[in-house]
């Protein structure tokens, strides 16, 4: 049963990933883009990571990706462009795209394959676990972390705030 969820996750993330680039639209290229991670998370909680599942969620499909949504939203991409430029970017996209399947060529080429198996279950990325580490061993780091975010949103508010004349 693993594997059929392995192979099923692998199978919809490259789709989802070919979806993304091959997509004429924009706004599907960035839904995919979003589905694809949402599999990638899949994968880590095949892996027993939960919380670097739900970490993987929150910052990536979460934040970023909706950040990407708003940008595509706001920018006008249905604009033509020039001709001539469109010919040196689609030869600078298939040589990148050739020496991308070369890397994968010579990558795949010194992988031996053999059966998936399931990790054992011993509970390193379940959330119980990381809290219980982050809260003993690294809790001053943790800390110190905090305070540093804490003072970032509070300097990147005073410099977004209006001065009134």
Same mark, same amino acid.
């Given at each position: 049963? $693993?594997?059929?969820?392995?192979? &099923?996750?692998?199978?919809?993330? %490259?789709?989802?990933?070919?979806?993304?680039?091959?997509?004429?639209?924009?706004?599907?290229?960035?839904? &995919?883009?979003?589905?694809? %991670?949402?599999?990638?998370?899949?994968?880590?909680?095949?892996?027993?990571?939960?919380?670097?599942?739900?970490?993987?969620?929150? !910052?990536?499909? +979460?934040?970023?990706?909706?950040?990407? @949504?708003? !940008?595509?939203? %706001?920018?006008?991409?249905?604009?033509?462009? $020039?001709?001539?430029?469109?010919?040196?970017?689609?030869?600078?996209?298939?040589? +990148?795209?050739?020496?991308?399947?070369?890397?994968?060529?010579?990558?795949?080429?010194?992988?031996?394959? +053999?059966?998936?198996?399931?990790?054992? $279950?011993? +509970?390193?990325? !379940?959330? *119980?676990?990381?809290?219980?580490?982050?809260?003993?061993?690294?809790?001053?780091?943790? *800390?110190?972390? &905090?305070? @540093?975010?804490?003072?970032?949103?509070?300097? &990147?508010?005073?410099?977004?705030?209006? *001065?009134?004349?």
């Amino acid at each position: 049963m $693993d594997q059929l969820i392995f192979f &099923s996750l692998s199978a919809l993330t %490259l789709l989802s990933g070919l979806l993304t680039v091959f997509s004429r639209k924009s706004m599907y290229s960035v839904l &995919s883009l979003i589905f694809c %991670l949402f599999t990638v998370a899949g994968h880590y909680i095949l892996l027993n990571a939960h919380f670097l599942a739900i970490t993987h969620i929150i !910052v990536y499909a +979460g934040a970023i990706m909706v950040l990407f @949504l708003f !940008v595509v939203m %706001l920018l006008n991409l249905n604009t033509t462009s $020039d001709k001539s430029k469109a010919f040196y970017f689609r030869a600078a996209a298939v040589s +990148g795209a050739g020496m991308l399947f070369l890397v994968l060529i010579a990558s795949l080429k010194s992988t031996t394959l +053999g059966a998936y198996y399931a990790p054992t $279950d011993t +509970g390193m990325g !379940v959330v *119980e676990h990381v809290g219980k580490r982050l809260f003993t061993d690294y809790l001053l780091p943790f *800390e110190i972390s &905090s305070i @540093l975010f804490l003072s970032a949103m509070i300097g &990147s508010v005073l410099l977004a705030k209006k *001065e009134k004349k």
